[in-house]
């Protein structure tokens, strides 16, 4: 990503005139013997060396050719993570979509498109991208460094060939004139090159804009931390989620988690020690006109400790208003119903109580699936659960309203083996009935309070009530201050690169035809003035020089193309001033 | 020719960019490994003199009596984290009756951390199986959290071995076995 412009010199009419103006008009940023760069990356092949081939390799990876290709690789690679489900952020969605695309999944599987972020090709591009700005940005270090020991190049022999130029008579000795033009540039902050002992002439350099430089330079350097400081969190960080239901608690361990996705140098013991209470899930929902059941604001009430010990306090959690515990986030990322059931077994004791999380089915209506497992009772059941119950067409049980206004569950309940015991690990959310008998009577449509007893006196099963689990996100990235730091930082850099100008002034003074004063030149060389105004600078600055030097002599505003030959100042005692557009930038 | 440069800079730079992204691909995949430290590892044992401290707690049981955990201080304390949801939890319950039923004679107190469950399902699952040693009722999960400042557990089941001075000797990460929860007793009667 090396930013060289090569600027094409003009032929002066002598050698020595052709080695100054080449001089003048070298790269801005550049030393005088540093060879031009093109930029290219090496495009020809490597010497049949193993250095040779190092050289090569490494040439083409810190190329601007190559680092936009794995800019574009990047944001092409991350296409796949929004529009397929990723396991990061929605596992059961990925699950959903293994199961309606049983053929195609296990492929996109296997190429990491389910968890494109952690996927080995994309950290490749990740790996190559960062190697490939730390070339860029390393030797650009050094470049910047060497521009600023840079003096500003010899003045040319021939001022009026620079794209802006104006001359003028001055009553002051060539030596004082330049000493004068030097008090105005230097008051201006401009960086300052007199001849050296030995050198003919009297003339003066002055350079200014190195700020330039320093934003491009920013702006790579904080494109580099942005990249570290995914890295940091990448390493450092991690998130997990969980589902609670209200007056349920859980601490922050990977052993009450229900996914756990830790940075490669974080164990399970790093994690914030603080432990929630869910005490109140509330879901408001539209409840008239064209929006009707849209969801309208979510909010959970809970409590919390930061760490064991430490007192409790409560705060709210809403969508985009995570709480933030030390340097924690807790974001709500998803809500749904747990009917309460209490199971007794055929013996008469209650074998299973517990509020019992159902999964949405259709976030629209909040018509969910979920199961109930009493395997010491050796009894399982499938349910539906309808927040608003209708029956449509006298038959089919469903759903016409989100919020749980008229519950009711419909059972299918099975005995036998649930197969826990096996020590086998199962989901919460699946019953395996293959060890199961149907009982009979199902699906059997209950209401908070009823009670359905099972036939062959195998027990029975109440449905006590209605409690709402939420889905919680706890998250920690340490890097994510440092990327917002380093991207504004790259912004700013961004910005003084695009409007602050390398802008070059010289000032040439012959003594006068007579004898008695001089007369100055001033030309003036930017290398961009896409922004414009460098003119208006140039005639401000030469009035000034003008101003300080003779200040008898008002400038003249006349114009005169420069492409009518060299000027001759000791033949022409009148200001004139060469404007042109620069060509060569 | 210009023509037949600029297609050979085209090769070039693609098949550059190719190999790069398959040393990419092979660097990070062999670097590529689980954050958890005991991700390979199914049992983790503490040398005498570098043992982490096993909290001290109080909490009530299953049953509503109060558990000190002070109080088992100069016993060796076999400590298991599990839950009546877990399936796991329920094909090791029968090792660890038997171990009870084996070591708990000789001294050796077993103890349960019965996590993010209720009363009813825990009281179940234990008479089911014929334990009969106490576990804490940690519905809330406030003692597994000291447990796991002190060691990585990373689900249930876990077993913890803690010595006559109160530190954790070893554990084992997922169903007990025989040999190694021997193996961790061998090492707990070690103390420093």
């Known amino acids: 990503m090396t930013d060289v412009h090569a600027h094409s010199a003009k032929a002066g009419p002598g050698a020595e005139t052709a080695d100054l103006d080449r001089e003048a008009t070298r790269p801005f940023g550049t030393g005088p013997v540093e060879p031009a760069e093109t930029g290219r990356g090496g495009a020809s092949g490597p010497p049949p060396t193993a250095a040779g ?9 810190t190329s601007m050719r190559t680092a936009l290709i794995l800019l574009f690789l990047l944001a092409l690679g991350s296409v796949p993570g929004s529009i397929l489900p990723q396991e990061g952020s929605d596992p059961a969605s990925v699950t959903q979509y293994f199961t309606s695309h049983p053929s195609l999944a296990p492929w996109l599987n296997r190429l990491g ?9 994309f950290a490749a591009i990740y790996i190559l991208l960062f190697a490939s700005l730390v070339g860029c940005v390393v030797p650009r270090t050094f470049k910047l460094v060497g521009s600023a020991r840079t003096p ?35 008051g201006q902050r401009f960086r300052l090159r007199r001849p050296a002992a030995g050198d003919s002439g009297h003339w003066l350099a002055a350079e200014k804009g190195y700020l330039r430089e320093v934003g491009n330079l920013l702006f790579h350097l904080s494109l580099l931390g942005v990249l570290l400081s995914i890295a940091l969190g990448g390493l450092f960080g991690y998130k997990t989620d969980e589902l609670i239901t209200e007056g349920q608690t859980f601490s922050d361990t990977p052993a009450q988690l229900a996914e756990v996705h830790l940075g490669r140098l974080v164990s399970g013991s790093d994690l914030a020690p603080f432990s929630l209470t869910l005490d109140k899930f509330t879901a408001d929902y539209i409840d008239s006109g064209a929006s009707i059941g849209q969801p309208a604001g979510f909010t959970a009430n809970v409590s919390y400790s930061a ?34 059931f209490k199971v007794t077994g055929a013996n008469g004791q209650v074998a299973y109580s517990a509020a019992t999380p159902f999964i949405p089915a259709n976030t629209n209506t909040m018509l969910s699936d979920g199961v109930v497992k009493a395997p010491d009772a050796s009894l399982g059941f499938e349910g539906v659960f309808v927040p608003t119950a209708y029956m449509a067409n006298g038959t ?14 419909s059972l299918i309940g099975y005995s036998g083996n649930l197969g826990l015991n096996s020590g086998e690990t199962q989901s919460v959310y699946q019953l395996d009935t293959s060890q199961m008998k149907e009982i009979a009577g199902g699906p059997h449509l209950m209401t908070p309070g009823s009670t359905w007893k099972l036939p062959g006196n195998l027990g029975s099963i109440t449905y006590v009530g209605t409690k709402q689990w939420v889905s919680l996100e706890v998250t920690y990235d340490p890097g994510q201050i440092p990327a917002l730091v380093c991207g504004i930082l790259a912004l700013a850099g961004l910005l003084l690169s695009f409007f602050v100008r390398r802008r070059r002034v010289f000032v040439r003074a012959v003594p006068g035809a007579d004898g008695i004063g001089s007369v100055v030149t001033v030309g003036g ?4 003035d896409a922004s414009g105004g460098f003119e208006d600078e140039f005639a401000s600055l030469a009035a000034d020089i003008a101003d300080v030097s003779s200040p008898s002599a008002p400038l003249s505003s006349a114009p005169s193309s420069s492409d009518a030959g060299p000027a001759a100042p000791a033949d022409n005692q009148k200001p004139e001033p060469n404007n042109q557009p620069e060509t060569g930038a | 020719m210009v023509f037949k440069a600029k297609r050979r800079t085209v090769v070039t730079t693609a098949a550059a960019i190719f190999v790069l992204l398959v040393v990419g691909i092979v660097v990070s995949v062999v670097t590529s490994g689980s954050g958890a430290a005991n991700a390979n590892a199914d049992m983790i044992t503490y040398p005498a003199g570098h043992r982490p ?52 004679p000789q001294g050796i107190a077993f103890l349960g951390d019965d996590i993010q469950d209720t009363p009813t399902n825990a009281l179940n699952f234990l008479s089911g199986h014929g334990i009969t040693y106490p576990s804490v009722n940690d519905a809330s999960g406030a003692v597994e959290e000291r447990l796991a400042i002190a060691v990585p557990i990373s689900g249930t089941p876990t077993t913890l071995v803690i010595d006559k001075t109160g530190h954790i000797a070893g554990m084992i990460d997922g169903p007990v076995t025989y040999p190694e929860f021997n193996t961790l007793l061998q090492d707990a009667k070690v103390t420093q």
């Not at chain 2, 096993?54 to 984290?81: E, Q």
Request: charge should be neutral; proline fraction near 10%.
């Open chain 1, 53 to 61: 081939w190092g050289r090569w390799a490494w040439r083409q990876l």
């Open chain 1, 113 to 121: 498109l389910f968890n494109v972020f952690a996927a080995p090709w």
């Open chain 1, 152 to 186: 500003p190049p010899r003045a040319p022999r021939n001022l009026a060939r620079l794209p802006h130029s104006v001359s003028y008579p001055s009553a002051l000795s060539p030596d004082a004139a330049v000493d004068a033009a030097a008090s105005v540039l230097g």
């Open chain 1, 307 to 340: 760490a064991p010990g430490d007192p409790t306090k409560t705060d709210v959690i809403q969508v985009n208003h995570p709480l933030s515990v030390d340097s924690t986030k807790v974001y709500l990322i998803g809500h749904g119903y747990a009917p309460e």
């Open chain 1, 396 to 409: 089919t049980l469903e759903s016409i309203f989100p919020a749980a206004n008229n519950p009711e569950v």
């Open chain 1, 525 to 528: 060389l930017t290398r961009t």
């Open chain 2, 53 to 104: 401290d096993a909290p001290d707690f109080t909490a009530t049981s299953l049953t509503g009596t109060p558990i000190n955990f002070a109080s088992y201080r100069g016993k060796i304390v076999v400590l298991n984290v599990w839950g009546s949801w877990c399936g796991p939890c329920r094909g090791e319950a029968t090792t660890l009756k038997y171990l009870d039923e084996q070591y708990g």
